[in-house]
């Protein structure tokens, strides 16, 4: 991390304006567009919407097994010295996810955050600011997942009273805490794993939304894009769930 090239941006950041955007979803000719290489030079999506296009058309090919892995950042030695990734995802730490391969794109274009539960907390939320403040993605999402461990964990401290002590557990109570408000929030008989993962996921992204001073204004000014998902892993399919 270059702190110049941080604290210039953060500079650039401070002057973003007050108008919240969002983005709709275009059609697949659009995608195509995007997608294809022009003049040798692979293309970077220039809004939100278009950011999200392309999430969406890779992981299409992904579930169709029909990967291309277009590469949409600088090669060569300019890879080597930089990135300039078009989304930021935080996701759980789950070794099932690959989100390069999810969204079928090549390394350099995501800018992942890991944490088991895919919450915000200062790694994922420092993380993040640096990707919108600093290497300018255009959209973030929050993907949850399918059969998902840390949700699990959760369900079973608000439904039956599980404790997690950090003398037998470690560290592992605090990741599970910024979960069990969502799991709480709802009705006893929805605290189902198929009804917390994608209600944890959106709770998270609108959490993600409102923090500044970086990720807020810059949603506001429709700079960025702020989205919840779901990752199936049976199927491979991640449904925007917002």
Do not use: W
């Amino acid at each position: 991390m270059n702190k110049g090239s941080f604290l210039s941006r953060r500079k650039f950041i401070g002057g973003l304006g007050a108008a919240t955007g969002a983005a709709a979803l275009g059609g697949a000719g659009a995608v195509e567009a995007l997608a294809a290489p022009t003049g040798g030079k692979a293309p970077h999506p220039q809004t939100p919407a278009e950011a999200l296009r392309i999430l969406q058309a890779g992981n299409t090919r992904y579930r169709r097994g029909k990967l291309s892995l277009r590469d949409y950042s600088p090669v060569g030695e300019r890879r080597a010295s930089e990135q300039k990734p078009f989304a930021a995802i935080i996701t759980c730490a789950d070794s099932r996810i690959s989100p390069e391969l999810v969204f079928d794109v090549e390394r350099g274009n995501i800018f992942v955050s890991r944490i088991a539960g895919n919450s915000i907390d200062t790694g994922t939320l420092g993380s993040t600011e640096y990707g919108v403040a600093v290497l300018g993605v255009k959209v973030v999402m929050v993907l949850g997942h399918s059969d998902c461990g840390a949700i699990k964990s959760a369900i079973a401290a608000v439904t039956e009273g599980k404790t997690y002590p950090s003398s037998k557990y470690g560290a592992i109570g605090e990741v599970l805490d910024p979960l069990l408000p969502t799991v709480k929030s709802l009705p006893a008989d929805e605290r189902t794993l198929a009804r917390c993962v994608p209600a944890n996921a959106i709770a998270q992204a609108q959490d993600l939304a409102r923090r500044g001073p970086i990720i807020a204004p810059a949603v506001q000014s429709g700079s960025i894009q702020v989205v919840a998902g779901v990752y199936n892993i049976a199927n491979g399919a991640v449904s925007i769930v917002r």
